[in-house]
Nanobody, 126 residues
């Protein structure tokens, strides 16, 4: 079966950087859209960033535009989220999700995504 595993979270100071990785096993991601979502207790899940299966299209939530960069390496079956200029409000559990064809998942809410990881915690604090 398809498994999604995130890594790279941790504690970082404000204005610091982190790179999250999302590795998929059990299937090739070459036809999958890949996305990152985040959630904090009591709040709705938020779409952080997505990349189309070919990499030509990307999406960034308003709160992370200009600071985060999504990428993918289909040969390694891995997607990445480079996070720069981190702020305390970026603190959340970050989830990776994969959307196979017909790519019906919502890049904003995550509704419809077929495969999800367990999440990796990112904490931005001095």
């Amino acid at each position: 079966q398809v498994q999604v595993v995130e890594s790279g979270g941790g504690l970082v100071q404000p204005r610091g950087s982190l790179t999250l990785s999302c590795t998929v096993s059990g299937s090739s991601i070459s036809t999958y859209a890949m996305c990152w979502f985040r959630q904090t207790p009591g709040k709705e899940r938020e779409g952080v960033s997505c990349i189309s299966y070919g990499g030509a299209s990307t999406y960034y939530g308003d709160s992370v535009k200009g600071r985060f960069t999504i990428s993918r390496d289909n040969a390694k079956n891995t997607a990445y989220l480079q996070m720069n200029s981190l702020k305390p409000e970026d603190t959340a559990m970050y989830y990776c999700a994969a959307d196979p064809p017909p790519h019906s998942g919502s890049w904003v809410t995550g509704v419809g995504f077929a495969y999800w990881g367990q999440g990796t915690q990112v904490t931005v604090s001095a």
